[in-house]
């Protein structure tokens, strides 16, 4: 098992930053990807960014946050970090770190095997 503690979010402005962190914890894989997706009310469960451990740096974003949103990771403390820039209103959600005990990284939510508890983003206009 693979657990995972999300921290930061909270309520922000538009055009202000925030910084999410996710830690992982548990079973150790030599190679990996995390990834991050987000969930607003009445909608579903979409694709942020991902990041891949192991073999190389690749990164994937959505269209929607690409040139705004930043993901990185930290080895040594085994935390994936989502750093979030020009903050819109409709970035108000509900953000899910994900592990995936597999070096590729993917879009779609069935290709993460843990997930986090989430945590609340809110962007007020």
């Known amino acids: 098992q693979v657990q995972l503690v999300h921290s930061g979010g909270g309520l922000v402005q538009a055009g202000d930053s925030l910084r999410l962190s996710c830690a992982a914890s548990?079973?150790?894989?030599?190679?990996?990807?995390m990834g991050w997706f987000r969930q607003a009310p009445g909608k579903d469960r979409e694709f942020v960014a991902a990041?891949?451990?192991?073999?190389?740096?690749?990164?994937y974003y959505a269209d929607s946050v690409k040139g705004r949103f930043t993901i990185s990771r930290d080895n040594a403390k085994n935390t994936v970090y989502l750093q979030m820039d020009s903050l819109k209103p409709e970035d108000t959600a509900i953000y899910y770190c994900?592990?995936?005990?597999?070096?590729?990284?993917?879009?779609?939510?069935?290709?993460?095997?843990?997930w986090g508890q989430g945590t609340q983003v809110t962007v007020s206009s």
């Open positions: 990041i891949s451990w192991g073999g190389g740096d690749s990164t």
């Open positions: 548990g079973r150790a894989f030599s190679s990996y990807s």
């Open positions: 994900a592990y995936r005990p597999v070096i590729t990284t993917v879009s779609y939510s069935g290709g993460y095997r843990y």
